[in-house]
Every structure is written in structure tokens, then in C-alpha cells.
């Protein structure tokens, strides 16, 4: 009798699942598989492990514990090895990896630094998962992350450049800019703004400008801890409510990510209750070979 080929476990190796929605790119590992080295610190393993030359490249990793059937202790980590409170396709990818080994769930409560938030999987196609997800309310008086504030409804203006200041659990500036602007000049001022020393926890940008169609738009994303990425879930969530509370926008929005043709993100609810629309695939799953 012939026997089933088993698969070769390398020691010092970690096994990792790689998830990517609208170009943004994450790997996914559960927390018990992180080498006992790392788990008090987990920073360093987060920067080798993203690393484009020498890791594997991603905009960041996520840790997952279960903590129930279908409830998860979530971690997300920048490129850099700092720690975010959250993050949208991070969550997505987290999501999509648990529902692919957990075929009977079609949603799971993530538990998050900034309380729990919940996905639900509206079609698995393997290695694609339609999902929406939540992202939670929108604060536009969090003056941790941003002290400069004071009690104007509007924009505010450093460094030359207007924005809205508004957290989503992590936090973010949206800039408002005209319909001829391009793309170089989007991301130049997202950078510019990126690196500004008023945000004393960092801060994500978003610039985003009107497309022809109502509801349309089109954006540029610069993270803290990575720089420019192709997409972000609560950036997109951070525009809409900038543009609500802007008169911009109402129930419903899209906006069109830097990730090629036809990709982008919808956003809808309320400033109490922000979800996306979110495509994760499943890019592979593979063994790193840990430093230790």
C-alpha cells in the first residue's frame, strides 16, 4: 500500500499564510506558531519577516490567538515593526485565513486594541473572500493622537497643506484636493504630511480627489511605518467620514485605490458605524526560515 506523502516540518521554521486586499499585503500567522524567542517582543521577527530583499515582503503581519470558535485576539504590526491599533485589511486577511480552515463560519469577532470588531464572508471563491468589515466610529476629538486640536468644525491647515484630522481607532489625515491634481502630486503631499511632528503617535494619510461620477474617489495612501501602500481599509473608512463631516458625502461612498484598473474599496454606514466592502485573496502559504 502506497502511503500519503507527508509534508517535511523544518525546525526553525515558521509557517505563514500571505493575504493581500486591493494591493495591500499582509502575513498571517497565528500567535502560538511565533518562535518563543519573539513573543514577548515580536518587533524584530515583524521586520525581518516584511522585509522585501531578505523576508518575505509584506505591508505588515497580523497575530491571531483563538479565543473561541468564532472569536480571535488580533495583533497587527507595520513593516517597521510598530504596533497599530488596527487595521482594516489586516483584519480582512486575518478573516480570510480563518475562514478557510474554518469552512463552516461565515463570521468571526476579531478583538482588537481598540475593542472587538466583526467580519462577516458574503461569498467564498477560493482563493478569493468577499467580506464586509467593520471598522468602527469615527473621532474627530481624540486629542491624544492629535493635540493640536481645538473646536473648529473644519480643516486644518501644516506645513501648507489642509487636511482633516480624524481617528478610526488609528490615526489619520485626509486631504481634500482638486479634481486636476495627479497622482505624483497627491503623493507627494501625503508624504509631506506623513512625516510632520505634530502627530505624536504617528499618522496614516489619505489624499483623495473627486472623480466625474458622484460618490467617486480617487486616493493615495501613505502609512506610518510602511509609506506609500497600493490601498488602506481605514483610510478609506477615515475619507468618508472626513467628507461626511465635510458635506461631501452621505450614506455611501468608493473609493478607487492606486492598485491597478477596477480595484477600490466601498464604504458605507455612519460616523458611528463605518464598514468596507473588502476582496482579500489568499496569495500562498509558505515555511520562513526564522533568524534566530
Avoid at 515583524?46 to 491571531?64: E, I, K
Avoid at 463570521?107 to 467580506?131: N, S, Y
Wanted: hydrophobic fraction near 40%; include cysteine; proline fraction near 5%.
Amino acid at each position: 500500500m502506497t502511503r500519503p506523502a507527508r509534508t517535511a516540518v523544518i525546525p526553525g521554521h515558521v509557517g505563514m499564510i500571505k493575504t493581500v486586499s486591493n494591493g495591500n499585503d499582509f502575513l498571517q500567522l497565528d500567535e502560538h506558531a511565533l518562535p518563543g524567542k519573539w513573543r514577548s517582543n515580536p518587533r524584530e521577527f515583524v521586520r525581518r519577516a516584511c522585509c522585501p530583499h531578505d523576508g518575505m515582503g509584506a505591508d505588515g503581519l497580523v497575530l491571531r490567538r483563538r479565543v473561541a470558535p468564532a472569536t480571535y485576539a488580533f495583533r497587527v504590526f507595520n513593516r517597521d515593526g510598530g504596533e497599530a491599533e488596527l487595521s482594516g485589511n489586516g483584519m480582512a486577511g486575518c478573516a480570510a485565513v480563518i475562514f478557510l480552515f474554518q469552512t463552516e463560519l461565515d463570521a468571526v469577532e476579531l478583538r482588537t486594541a481598540v475593542g472587538p470588531r466583526h467580519i462577516t464572508c458574503a461569498k467564498k471563491r477560493f482563493p478569493f473572500f468577499d467580506m464586509t468589515v467593520e471598522i468602527g466610529a469615527a473621532d474627530f476629538a481624540n486629542r491624544r493622537q492629535f493635540p493640536f486640536l481645538d473646536d473648529r468644525p473644519g480643516l486644518y491647515s501644516h506645513a501648507g497643506i489642509d487636511f482633516m484630522p480624524v481617528s478610526v481607532g488609528n490615526p489619520h489625515a485626509v486631504c481634500v484636493v482638486a479634481r486636476e491634481t495627479s497622482e505624483t502630486e497627491m503623493m507627494r503631499t501625503g508624504q509631506t504630511l506623513q512625516t510632520c511632528e505634530i502627530f505624536p503617535e504617528g499618522v496614516n494619510v489619505e489624499v483623495v480627489r473627486p472623480e466625474s461620477e458622484p460618490g467617486q474617489w480617487r486616493g493615495g495612501f501613505v502609512e506610518r511605518g510602511v509609506g506609500v501602500t497600493r490601498s488602506s481599509s481605514t483610510g478609506c473608512a477615515a475619507v468618508f467620514a472626513a467628507l461626511h463631516r465635510l458635506g461631501l458625502a452621505e450614506k455611501a461612498i468608493r473609493v478607487h485605490t492606486l492598485a491597478g484598473a477596477g480595484s477600490g474599496i466601498g464604504v458605507n454606514g455612519n460616523l458611528h458605524v463605518i464598514r468596507v466592502e473588502n476582496t482579500t485573496r489568499i496569495v500562498y502559504k509558505v515555511e520562513y526560515a526564522s533568524i534566530d
